[in-house]
């Protein structure tokens, strides 16, 4: 949800086609995978790398905390979440694995 939110926040401003696109799928190491993509204006380069600190935000109003619990969680159940922009176009995909559960 938080990755939802985020993505609307992020397309508040946009000009053009606003569009969020939630995928998952099966990785070939069994894993789920999950992406949520927006058209919005995508993260600098610089910020990349600190998105999942805690405390760091690129909102006014952000407390930069939803993102690093978003990560706490995902790790805790043995996953991985990562954010890139968008190839060729603008906004920013952020993704996470988790193991599948075992039928």
């Known amino acids: ?4 939110a985020n993505a609307i926040q992020a397309m508040a401003g946009a000009d053009g086609p606003r569009e969020i696109r ?7 190491d069994g894993r789920v995978v999950a992406t949520v993509c927006d058209t919005g204006p995508g993260v600098a380069p610089d910020n990349l790398p600190r998105l999942f600190d805690s405390f760091f935000t690129t909102k006014a109003e952000g407390m930069g905390m939803g993102l690093p619990i ?3 969680i995902i790790e805790t159940h043995g996953g991985e979440i990562w954010a890139r922009n968008n190839d060729g176009g603008p906004g920013a ?4 694995t988790l193991p599948a559960a075992e039928v």
């Open 1 to 4: 949800m938080n990755l939802a």
């Open 22 to 28: 939630v995928r998952t799928a099966l990785d070939g």
């Open 70 to 72: 978003c990560r706490t």
């Open 93 to 96: 995909c952020f993704a996470f």
